[in-house]
């Protein structure tokens, strides 16, 4: 849970400091956004490749890798289906396009924006921030109570870039490959659902 307080401080830190100082305009002509997710990518890669159980784990595993992905995706659809018993403004058809953004949240909502409504672009682009930001920090509580798999499920897409230190550290370093393959498949996903979902 440590861990958990530290990321929501230093997210905190960013929100007032991108708020009330310059810092941004300092930092605008290099994009150490991606620069940080590239260490960030090494080091988690060092990680994996340093453990042999990762490795193994995903031999284990074979074809039932792909249930991980299957599992969020049913279980997305069930978790909306759910939320639209208490939202009226919106259509099912509608929470379904912002939920089928499995946390991919600049993708999803430019998605949204272009083929729908700012507006809904907005509820997507909030919606899916959310989702990477419970997963940051309530994954360690997740995996304890709901079982390994479920931060990767909890993560979506972002389950191979952001989410992943911290769903590596909280499951084990073997459910870091399953991980990362779970959210290079839902990436692929997201445009294709997304856009199917809106044009029904």
């Not at 069930?78 to 639209?84: D, T």
Request: proline content about 4%; overall charge positive; charged content about 10%.
């Amino acid at each position: 849970m440590k861990g958990s307080v530290i990321i929501l401080s230093f997210f905190t830190m960013g929100l007032l400091f991108g708020r009330y100082t310059p810092i941004n305009e300092w930092l605008s002509g290099i994009d150490y956004s991606s620069l940080s997710l590239y260490l960030l990518m090494f080091l988690v890669g060092i990680s994996i490749g340093s453990d042999t159980r990762s490795l193994q784990a995903l031999k284990n595993m074979k074809l039932k890798i792909l249930l991980i992905p299957t599992a969020t995706i049913v279980g997305t659809a069930l978790g909306v289906w759910f939320v639209s018993i208490f939202v009226t403004r919106y259509s099912l058809k509608e929470l379904m396009a912002v939920g089928a953004g499995y946390g991919y949240y600049s993708l999803s909502s430019i998605i949204i924006k272009n083929n729908h409504s700012d507006a809904l672009g907005v509820v997507a682009l909030l919606s899916n921030v959310i989702r990477e930001i419970i997963t940051l920090l309530l994954a360690p509580v997740i995996a304890i109570y709901f079982g390994k798999i479920a931060p990767i499920c909890s993560g979506g897409a972002t389950s191979m870039d952001t989410t992943l230190p911290i769903i590596s550290r909280a499951s084990g370093k073997e459910y870091a490959i399953p991980s990362l393959i779970h959210g290079i498949i839902l990436t692929i996903l997201v445009p294709f659902i997304v856009t199917l979902l809106l044009s029904l």
